[in-house]
Every structure is written in C-alpha cells, then in structure tokens.
Nanobody, 125 residues
Framework: QVQLEESGGALVRPGGSLRLSCAAS????????MAWFRQASGKERDFVAA????????RYADSVKGRFTISRDSGKNTVTLQMNSLKPEDTAVYYC??????????????????WGQGTQVTVSS
C-alpha cells in the first residue's frame, strides 16, 4: 500500500517562495509517475507538475512553468515542489499523487492511484 504525506504548506506573501515535500512509502517507485495537483476552494482539482521517477523527466501546467520546479530524491523517497514568485491565485490545497501503472506523466486526476491528504498554501499580503 503506497502512502503519501505532504508537508511544507504555509502562509506566504506574493512574490515569495515555498517548498513542499511529499514523503512516499510502501511501494517500489522505479516505474511510477509522481505529481502535484492543487485544489482551490470551490474549484476542481488541477494538475500542477509531474515527474517520472526513473528518469526525472518532468511536465508542468502552463500556469506554473518557469516558477515551480518538481524534483525527486530516490534515496529519501521524496518528491519536492519548489514554488517561486508565488501569486495569490496559487492559493490552494496541494496534493501529492502517485501513478503506479503508467509513468507517462498524465495530467488528469483519474490517472493517479494514490493521494496524500494535502497541505494548504495561502498566498496573501
């Protein structure tokens, strides 16, 4: 059973930076895709970024390209989302997800098999 636990959410001012971490356990991650999604209050859960565990190939939503960076540490089984130049519209609950059957970096919620509980990111002055 794969378990994912996010951390690092906080209140940050516009233009600031934040680093989210996802600790993964219970699986063999070599063929997985790992992703971050976010869900603002009253809205659908949206794709943010994904990474192929085996090769570190990445994919980003257009809204975060150039500002966010996803990475993974295979030794620690963690996935990190570095968020820079944060905007109020980045405010959301951020979720870590794992696709254990397909590492082609899907951007849809339904493609992912395991989810964390989420961590709140609030960007406000």
């Amino acid at each position: 059973q794969v378990q994912l636990e996010e951390s690092g959410g906080a209140l940050v001012r516009p233009g600031g930076s934040l680093r989210l971490s996802c600790a993964a356990s219970g699986g063999t991650f070599g063929n997985y895709a790992m992703a971050w999604f976010r869900q603002a209050s009253g809205k659908e859960r949206d794709f943010v970024a994904a990474i192929r565990w085996s090769s570190s190939i990445t994919r980003y939503a257009d809204s975060v390209k150039g500002r966010f960076t996803i990475s993974r540490d295979s030794g620690k089984n963690t996935v990190t989302l570095q968020m820079n130049s944060l905007k109020p519209e980045d405010t959301a609950v951020y979720y870590c997800a794992a696709d254990i059957y397909d590492d082609t970096l899907q951007a849809t919620v339904g493609a992912y098999d395991y989810w964390g509980q989420g961590t709140q990111v609030t960007v406000s002055s």
